[in-house]
């Protein structure tokens, strides 16, 4: 039950976010999809005990790759699909926890938060470099053997 | 020889308006050099160095006679993901040879003079679902969505009314986040609310810089340094603003 609750909350909240960044109308549904694909690892991977950081780069990784399939696919900047993706993983109720402790005065756990928040956002980058950089390898390695062949 | 000076300039006025929709609308700044590129390459200026940053670019073509350079300003920048798909689509015609220089800058020029595509109506109505989205994503219970659904549309709405009133990014997202704390306050206290943690974390997702925190990183990947710090610094601005908002907030309880 709260698995399906979860899979369409994150894909109405991904679509939604596309309209806020004035998406295009026909790539809504492949937005809200990516964003569904991205939140569901992360939740399932947190859920099942895996830690924080390395749940978001899991997750984030499987949003690049959903993305840039996507930006093949439909001849469309993967940012449009990269974005829509990584919003759900953005950790703001961390960095809000922080900063409802550094204003209460308890900067040990405020700092601790921060760090936190810090780390996944830098996972959710670490993610995205990944799946860029294997995209880049196959790339490469096709022509390769292209060339070969040519030979 | 003024023939083909005209042209050279013809072939800059066109990347230059590409260029400038892109960066305006919130494309990554090696897409933004790589689509000038491209375009200058298929009208037949081979040598041709775009610089881009957040806030200008300059760009220059090399050819037969002395290197032309020209530089725009870039001064308001927005989020408009459907023009940076429609100026792709158009280099990629460009590209194919499908398009004169004429028509690809009257084709350009009708995208940069365009629109969103969707009303302002539509857009606080997204922002209100997708912060009630997030607070049950966020593990909030389902008694809390009307308040997350209500203080996220306001709180929008009230970003867009603060921006236009004053156009300083950094007023319009500390106003806006200072009143949706305020309005989860008055949720919580009215008892219509459960969980303040959760109403404000919901209804803070439609300010969180999202797209400049992706963009910073896929600049910096590719290579952009300036580019990647800049926009690194505009989110860390940002994400400042809407926690000192909600801080102030705090204040009250």
């Not at chain 1, 964003?35 to 978001?56: K, P, Q, S």
């Not at chain 2, 040879?97 to 969707?118: C, N, V």
């Not at chain 2, 992706?214 to 340094?225: E, K, P, Q």
């Amino acid at each position: 039950m709260t698995i399906i609750e979860q899979l369409i909350t994150s894909f109405i909240a991904s679509a939604a976010f596309v309209i806020i960044f004035n998406g295009p109308k026909r790539s809504l549904f492949h937005c809200g999809l990516v964003g569904m694909v991205g939140w569901i690892f992360y939740f399932l991977l947190e859920a099942n005990g895996m830690d924080m950081v390395l749940a978001t780069v899991i997750a984030s990784f499987s949003i690049a790759i959903a993305s840039q399939y996507f930006a093949k696919k439909y001849k469309t900047p993967v940012i449009i699909y990269s974005v829509a993706g990584i919003i759900p993983l953005v950790p703001g109720g961390i960095a809000y926890n922080a900063m409802r402790n550094f204003v209460q005065n308890d900067y040990n756990l405020a700092i601790n938060l921060a760090a936190k928040a810090f780390m996944i956002s830098g996972s959710i980058a670490i993610g995205l470099v990944f799946s860029e950089v294997i995209n880049q390898i196959i790339r490469k390695s096709k022509l390769k053997s292209i060339v070969n062949k040519s030979q | 020889m003024e023939m083909e000076r005209q042209e050279t300039y013809d072939i800059m006025a066109v990347c230059l308006l590409a260029g400038k929709i892109m960066l305006q609308s919130g494309a990554e700044t090696y897409r933004v050099e790589d689509t000038m590129m491209r375009i200058a390459a298929s009208f037949g200026a081979h040598q041709s160095h775009p610089y881009v940053t957040p806030t200008g670019i300059l760009f220059s073509v090399e050819g037969t006679e002395p290197t032309k350079t020209k530089l725009i300003r870039i001064i308001e920048r927005t989020t408009d993901l459907e023009k940076v798909a429609s100026v792709n689509g158009i280099s990629r015609k460009i590209s194919a040879g499908e398009f004169t220089i004429e028509e690809a800058y009257k084709e350009l020029k009708k995208i940069s003079e365009s629109g969103s595509p969707y009303s302002l109506w539509v857009h606080v109505l997204a922002a209100a679902i997708s912060s009630g989205c997030f607070l049950i994503m966020f593990r909030g219970s389902w008694g809390d969505f009307f308040p997350a659904f209500v203080t996220g549309g306001l709180g929008f709405l009230s970003l867009l009314y603060f921006h236009q009133l004053v156009p300083i990014k950094f007023f319009s997202e500390f106003s806006a986040s200072l009143l949706i704390g305020l309005q989860a306050l008055f949720f919580v206290s009215t008892g219509i609310g459960g969980e303040l943690d959760k109403i404000i974390i919901g209804s803070v997702m439609p300010l969180v810089p999202g797209l400049l925190i992706t963009n910073a990183v896929r600049d910096l990947m590719a290579g952009h340094l300036i580019s990647g710090l800049a926009k690194g610094a505009d989110a860390f601005l940002t994400a400042f603003a809407i926690g000192a908002g909600i801080a102030v907030t705090f204040s009250f309880l």
